[in-house]
């Protein structure tokens, strides 16, 4: 490729790749302000997957809303990252809130193993001190790195980021993760429209991997066939054409397995699935 490209329009050029050197980059090309918020919008993304996993909720369980608050110093995204942000999380909308105690309530307390020793006698008046403060004003000079500023016994004490310990409670339905200026909140209220569609992309999952068992090819078509009850069974019949688009399933039906298919028998979400898969020869594939 290198000799087609390169070297016959520039017969000067080194014989092979490997003697080139690594391009220079144009910084006058570099957009600054687009790689802050794709920093910005990577963060978001994390603390998404980290409010996620307080939950215990699985990234391919889709859910209703991500709720993100930026500190007004951050910026904000255009519609494309916003739109990025809403595929990498798995929700159905992504809402930038203006205040982060719609999402949290804070409480902050003095961490005895740092101001104990420093302040000796008097930390007791120092965490009373703490204790008056406005909890989500601290909170926030606290993520943004900031330090807090007390009076105790009339005289001005500065207390270390890390020597204040902000505890955070999420709204009722709500799980969170915040740092450094970014709250992001996922609701975690699954309605059965939810479910479904998360019970589908499990389904998904364990066909895909059969697949690969089978040693199937990545573009074989093949008849899928499944044992699943209840739940299961539903969300596989509403969620049917997805499944098999996914899974490239010419034919997706409930029964048994037949003799020539791979087997496979697993859980989904405590629901038992059995599975059996044959790849589509050509002729069925022409009829």
């Known amino acids: 490729m290198y000799q087609?490209?390169?070297r016959s329009v520039d017969p000067e050029a080194p014989e092979s790749v490997h003697h080139t050197l690594w391009p220079q980059a144009d910084p006058a090309a570099m957009d600054e302000g687009l790689l802050a918020r794709m920093d910005l919008a990577r963060e978001i993304v994390s603390l998404g997957h980290a409010a996620r996993n307080n939950a215990g909720i699985?990234?391919?369980?889709?859910?209703?809303?991500a709720l993100v608050h930026l500190d007004p110093s951050l910026g904000t995204l255009e519609e494309e990252l916003w739109a990025l942000v809403q595929d990498e999380l798995n929700v159905k909308e992504v809402v930038q809130v203006a205040q982060a105690e719609s999402l949290v309530s804070y409480q902050v307390l003095p961490s005895s193993p740092l101001l104990g020793p420093r302040f000796g006698a008097r930390f007791p008046a120092v965490r009373?001190?703490?204790?008056?403060?406005?909890?989500?004003?601290?909170a926030r000079r606290v993520q943004a790195g900031l330090p807090v500023h007390l009076t105790v016994d009339g005289e001005e004490v500065e207390l270390a980021p890390e020597e204040v310990l902000v505890q955070e409670k999420p709204q009722e339905g709500l799980a969170v993760a915040s740092e450094r200026g970014v709250t992001v909140a996922v609701d975690v209220?699954?309605?059965?429209?939810?479910?479904?569609?998360?019970l589908a992309r499990e389904v998904v999952r364990r066909i895909q991997n059969l697949r690969k068992e089978a040693g199937f090819e990545l573009d074989d078509r093949i008849v899928t066939v499944y044992g699943a009850g209840g739940e299961l069974a539903?969300?596989?019949a509403a969620w049917r054409e997805y499944i098999a688009a996914e899974t490239l399933s010419v034919e997706l039906r409930a029964g048994e397995p037949e003799p020539d298919m791979a087997v496979?028998?697993?859980?989904?979400?405590?629901?038992?699935?059995?599975?059996?898969?044959?790849?589509?020869s050509r002729g069925e594939q022409d009829t």
């Open 234 to 236: 539903e969300a596989m």
């Open 58 to 65: 699985k990234l391919r369980q889709p859910l209703a809303r």
């Open 128 to 138: 009373a001190a703490l204790a008056a403060q406005d909890p989500t004003a601290v």
């Open 189 to 198: 209220v699954l309605t059965p429209e939810l479910r479904a569609e998360g």
């Open 4 to 6: 087609n490209l390169v």
């Open 264 to 280: 496979a028998e697993d859980r989904v979400d405590g629901h038992p699935l059995r599975l059996g898969i044959r790849r589509v």
